[in-house]
């Protein structure tokens, strides 16, 4: 597994400073949370796209995947989910990222898998594929399986497994990672207090079952990335991203290999 770091982290940082800690504490990517509080956007002009593409990689870094906030399930018109999409897959294809975070926002696989085949022929060509993160109306992996099975795009899309989401909502961690097989993309790793009561708090600190969830990846061989999203945006009264992340850096060697 390799180890990368969300920007969700790091509130006011600037590339410069989540470049930095994340090549100081081992990580080997950095998923760009895209905001204009960030500096990374679908705004940005060419020279700018270049300059962000070259700042991490001259720190040895590579975008794991960039953060976006489409909402692909969401009621409504298609055609202003999918031109934002579609904006944020040409902005990774110019950053050299493997993938874009949408989220599902709604609970109808009808209306994403529609949407998902909308930007197929586009995110194909580009070489970048559509993360739906288990999040809100299908928190759980077999809600997203669900939706990614109804559209049928094995080569341009996939799953990201925020190991807190589904657990919360009473799926463990076994039946998780079956319900994705092999959606299975990307995983964001998180603790927090309790089911209840999401504050974050240091990995093996509160009670998501990372542990568990740890030894089935390694025992799936799973070798993708892994980020810590320290959600520190929203509860800017946590710890700074960088006391959090040896323990990230420790979880990803105690189940590697």
């Known amino acids: 597994m390799r180890l990368a770091v969300s920007t969700l982290g790091m509130p006011g940082e600037g590339l410069g400073r989540a470049v930095e800690l994340a090549a100081r504490h081992g990580c080997e990517g950095l998923e760009l949370r895209l905001h204009p509080d960030t500096g990374v956007h679908a705004g940005l002009d060419a020279a700018e796209r270049r300059a962000v593409r070259a700042r991490v990689a001259d720190a040895g870094l590579e975008i794991a995947a960039l953060a976006g906030y489409v909402r692909i399930c ?19 294809a110019d950053l050299g990222a493997p993938g874009v975070r949408v989220f599902p926002r709604g609970a109808d696989p009808a209306i994403g898998a529609r949407r998902l085949r909308a930007v197929a022929g586009s995110a194909a060509g580009l070489g970048v594929r559509v993360l739906v993160e288990t999040h809100d109306a299908m ?74 969830a740890g030894a089935l990846l390694r025992a799936a061989g799973y070798t993708g990335w892994v980020s810590l999203e320290w959600e520190r945006t929203w509860y800017p009264h946590v710890a700074p991203v960088e006391e959090i992340l040896p323990g990230a850096a420790a979880w990803v060697r105690r189940y590697t290999g």
């Open 74 to 92: 969401e009621p409504g018109p298609d055609e202003p989910v999918t031109e934002a999409l579609l904006a944020d897959l040409r902005l990774a």
């Open 139 to 212: 928190a759980t992996c077999a809600a997203v399986a669900g939706l990614l099975d109804a559209a049928a795009l094995p080569g341009v899309t996939g799953a990201i497994w925020d190991l807190l989401h589904p657990w919360r909502h009473g799926e463990p961690p076994a039946e998780s990672l079956a319900a994705l097989g092999p959606h299975l993309a990307y995983v964001q790793i998180k603790d927090a207090v309790s089911a209840e009561d999401t504050t974050p708090v240091p990995l093996g600190a509160g009670s998501v079952p990372l542990e568990e």
